[in-house]
T-cell receptor
Framework: EAGVAQSPRYKIIEKRQSVAFWCNPI?????LYWYQQILGQGPKLLIQ????????DSQLPKDRFSAERLKGVDSTLKIQPAKLEDSAVYLC???????FGTGELFFGEGSRLTVL | KQEVTQIPAALSVPEGENLVLNCSFT??????LQWFRQDPGKGLTSLLL???SQREQTSGRLNASLDKSSGRSTLYIAASQPGDSATYLC??????????????WGAGTKLIIKP
């Protein structure tokens, strides 16, 4: 079974530029998550989708971050304009629907962003 | 507010030793707890998931226990190998963290197994 796919793996941009990350979850997984992980810290949830609807985006900096999930499968996360503090690894995860999205999470390898 | 703590932040042990990693949480009303492994520059790999009604889960050389009343979980690794070197994170599913039982994460324990 294919895992969660993410691209690009690495991205270096200058501040105020824009960047987009792509995620393809495990087939059949209705719940998709985007996390931000800063070095030495646990992941921080940015947004959670159930199919193509947003369930939780309370910690998404909406003035610069946006995310969408087309047709309830692939998802993209965009940052525009980027700030230095956005340097982090952006992790995508998916899970089967299991009561309030409480199933086991499976992660992609992440997209490492460096903002100069 | 639920908080998850993992102590120590780093641990170095010789190959072959049995070891225990700790995870503590402040609110015992959790839905489940999950242990993950993260290799440098990689995403997270799910190791074990324990539901709130369970006391332990086993997978190969790994055994995770859960004691809700004391707010603790341990990850036991038997006969450690250099390939076990990684950062281990725990996360609790908190039914009071938003309407969707969000995961609350520890910062992880960085484990180094010396050959």
């Amino acid at each position: 079974e294919a895992g969660v796919a993410q691209s690009p793996r690495y991205k270096i941009i200058e501040k105020r530029q824009s960047v987009a990350f792509w995620c393809n979850p495990i087939s059949g997984h209705a719940t998709l998550y985007w996390y931000q992980q800063i070095l030495g810290q646990g992941p921080k949830l940015l947004i959670q989708f159930q199919n193509n609807g947003v369930v939780d985006d309370s910690q998404l900096p909406k003035d610069r971050f946006s995310a969408e999930r087309l047709k309830g499968v692939d998802s993209t996360l965009k940052i525009q304009p980027a700030k230095l503090e956005d340097s982090a690894v952006y992790l995508c995860a998916s899970s089967l629907v299991s009561g309030f999205g409480t199933g086991e999470l499976f992660f992609g390898e992440g997209s490492r962003l460096t903002v100069l | 507010k639920q908080e998850v703590t993992q102590i120590p932040a780093a641990l170095s042990v010789p190959e072959g030793e049995n070891l225990v990693l700790n995870c503590s949480f402040t609110d015992s009303a959790i839905y489940n707890l999950q242990w993950f492994r993260q290799d440098p520059g990689k995403g997270l790999t799910s190791l074990l998931l324990i539901q709130s009604s369970q006391r332990e889960q086993t997978s190969g050389r790994l055994n995770a226990s859960l004691d809700k009343s004391s707010g603790r979980s341990t990850l036991y690794i038997a006969a450690s190998q250099p390939g076990d070197s990684a950062t281990y994170l725990c996360a609790v599913r908190d039914p009071r963290a938003g309407s969707n039982y969000q995961l609350i994460w520890g910062a992880g324990t960085k484990l180094i197994i010396k050959p």
